[in-house]
């Protein structure tokens, strides 16, 4: 099973204090008990990596370069794949809808990847399983 992962989850994971936390720590932990391949972006690194330096600091960055990051399958996004996604982002016409999301929709689709590790209402508007589901 390959299963998409956001920045929502994967800053949810590591931020104790995210009110995501248990939900996203029993969710985390049930994907690599299957063995599940973790397919992200670089563009979710990119994002996720500003969200914990700014609000965790550079040990928990360093943490995650060390810890997680040797776990994902990192979709490095190349001009093509930006351009669709800035072109889904546009045809939106979505303020709060980001370039990041729209650009990992596209990754999804080019790659045949149905679930999402998210935390992130767009990805089930998008038609995407989201994980974890709803009791």
Request: aromatic share 10%; with cysteine; glycine share 4%.
């Amino acid at each position: 099973m390959t299963c998409f992962i956001d920045t929502s989850a994967l800053y949810a994971v590591l931020d104790a204090d995210d009110r995501n936390h248990a939900a996203a720590d029993t969710q985390w932990t049930e994907l690599l008990r299957q063995g599940a391949e973790l397919f992200t972006t670089n563009y979710v690194l990119v994002e996720t990596h500003a969200l914990i330096q700014h609000r965790l600091g550079l040990a928990a960055v360093r943490m995650f370069r060390e810890d997680v990051y040797p776990l994902l399958h990192v979709d490095w996004v190349d001009r093509e794949l930006h351009d669709a996604g800035l072109g889904a982002l546009l045809s939106a016409q979505r303020r709060p809808l980001s370039l990041v999301d729209c650009v990992s929709f596209e990754s999804m689709r080019r790659h045949g990847v149905r679930q999402a590790f998210v935390f992130d209402l767009h990805f089930a508007e998008q038609g995407f399983l989201v994980l974890p589901q709803a009791p």
